[in-house]
């Protein structure tokens, strides 16, 4: 578990307050402790020098009395006659005299003879005076009757050896006090081993209790009030007195250490006085620098939770704190400013600034919770694509800024979905003259490192909520709409129910197309259709077309998956597929003997497109045909809507012997005059102006008039669609160099063509 700042600080207090006194205490226990032992000690040896010197009294007063008792007359003669009343009397009468404990006369065999004295009885034998004579001693401790007694032995010689006499003193409580109040100690005397209490000073139980207590009392003892606080030590009585017991010294030390004691308490009192200061200071502390602290931590949380505010409520004291506080300060402005910026990166497109589709969606859905009508239009910026390739991609970039700034005059809310893609959502419905007006602003050239970038936009229209109510159908919506005003080249178009049925046709075509060419498949093929040159009547081209059946789809005319193709991206993939298929079909002719050339349509991207054109010129080389046998159909509007690319790759496969003819010439608006200047020497009458040219006054004229201007520019042109000898006739008689259609033959598969070419009157 943590402790808190505070709770440290306290422990750690307390804990030296403890030691100190802990080390204080020990050092008084210490002294007070040898005081007491030295004390002890000294008494001991006080205590045994007395005792010999009672011994000695005794010894002296007992001397004194048998002398005195020896020397009597009364007694010399009782003990002559063998007297015993008068022994006894003359025992008695000198006991009570003497002070002597014991008076006892035993005879040669150690029988008491006469006692005075409880202990021995007459008759007894008596071991201790049987031990006095063994060891030739006049004195003696014994233990008799549980009494410690000192004896004397003296001999009655009257004349000669005829009793013994013992004459004792007891040691009794008397005689153990008066010891006691010499030494200033408690004396317990008791049997060795067994430790039988003979007799003591003290309470018998207290002394037992204290024989068997091995040690002194302890620190705690003394202090908290053990009530026997003894002190004991065996007392070596020296001489030669042998002490058939131990006699052991008792110092009660709680006078001693009373002093002790009240040190101790003091020295307690202060320590507790001390640990509360050491509270008190720490809580101090606590408050200084924890609290602080505290405050910053929250502080700290609080910003983890997406709070900012000031971290302390008021200055700190202390440095360290106010640093700290000021450091989480400058931390949250930071991450207050970063998060600013995430959730700006978060909501806008980087480039342009605009919003971004995350925040778009949901923008939208809370303008459709709270019911809300608006209108999306999903602008589009056509061929954003080329922009980056034509012109770099940082003019690409410049291009979409500045839509974006153009658009953000308008009130609404603008966003950048991806590439040229730009949502604008708008609260008044526009109506379609303001959406033109919307539309020539957004088209004004991008001026850009001093290039002025084309711009050519397409306007879905989404009315919410009644075409959309939520962002996900808004966005597959916005798709659906996008798609068909780039496949119709419309530049608005408004969400309709059957736009969806032709983007999903467009879908599938898509998806199906992928995988066809994805695969090695026999759902594409190439058909040819003869063209004869009008002055020989004999075929001299063929155009290759080219077929798609898909076991889905069934058959998908050309002109419709090609466009797809080229929205799609896939454009690409199926050039290379004709190009290879149709060179190939070419060198088959070739061999076979026929001499006619191949013209292979190629579109819009195919001509920007260097890489295709590269492996163009490389399959030729590999089948070993001249560039001159190919002719190359592009549209009229491939060459007006962007040209210096277009152009200049023309120009360079021209240079390198190629013929380009311009396909469905008619339908667009450049004028005679201008192919003049491009490097095309053929132009491809619409069929349009030729299905009906027999019996179409209006088409005759228009066919009449292109056909004599082309000769004033040295054009070669070919007339597409011719379905009757009548057209024919006539075109022939126009000059029209190349006829081309139904009448001729339908597009042909490459084994029927051989039998065409074998049959028909146009054949080689
Ligand atoms: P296009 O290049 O103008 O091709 C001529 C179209 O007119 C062909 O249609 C052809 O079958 C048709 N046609 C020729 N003579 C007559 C006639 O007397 N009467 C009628 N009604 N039609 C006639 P198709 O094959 O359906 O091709 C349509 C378009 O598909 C082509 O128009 C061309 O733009 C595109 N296309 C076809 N094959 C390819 C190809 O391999 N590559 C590319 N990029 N486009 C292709
Ligand atoms: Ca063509
Ligand atoms: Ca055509």
Redesign the pocket.
Known sequence: MQKTLSQSLFQTLILGIVIASLLIIGAVWKSANSFVVENIDQDIALAEKVFDKVVEDRQEVIKSVSNVLSRSFDFRRAVGTQDLPSIEAALTSYASRLNTDIIALVNLDHTVVVSHSDIFEAGQQLQSSVALVAKGKDSGFFVVNDKLVQLNLYRVEIPTLRYYMLIGVEFDKTLLNELKTLIDADIIVSQPKTNNIIITTLDAAVASYLLDKEEDPSWLDVTFGDELTYFKRNANISSDIHLPVDITLAVDTTVSFDAFTSIQITILAFALIAMLIALGLSMLLARNVSQPVSNLVAAVNRVASGKYGATLDKPSKLKEITELANAVDSMQESIKSREKHIRYQAQHDVLTGLYNRNYVEDYFSSQMASSNTVQVIAITVLGFRTINDLYGYQNGDNTLKALAQRLQRWPGTSARLAGGEILYISHEPLQEDQLNTLRHILEQPVESNLIAIPVKITMAVVNCPIDASNSEELFRKINIVTDEAIHTGAWCVNYRTELEDRYNRRLSITTELKRALASQQDELS??Y?PKVDLRTMKVSSM????RWNNSELGFV???EF?TIAEQAGL?EQ??TW?MQQTITDLAYFRNKGFNFTVA????TQ?IQNKVLLSNLVTLLTEKGLSPEALEL?I?ESDLVADASLAIENLTELTARGFHFAI??FGTGYSSLAYLKNLPVKTI?ID?SFI?SLASDENDQQIVHTVLSLASIFNLKVVA????DETSLDILKGWGCDVA????IS??LKVADLETWLRNSPFGE
């Open positions: 190439m058909v259709q155009e290759a077309l080219i005319p050309p002109d090609i454009i199926v050039t004709v292979m349509n190629l579109s195919d159909e549209t396909d469905d491809k069929k299905l597409e669609g011719v379905e081309q259609g139904y009448y339908r597009p």
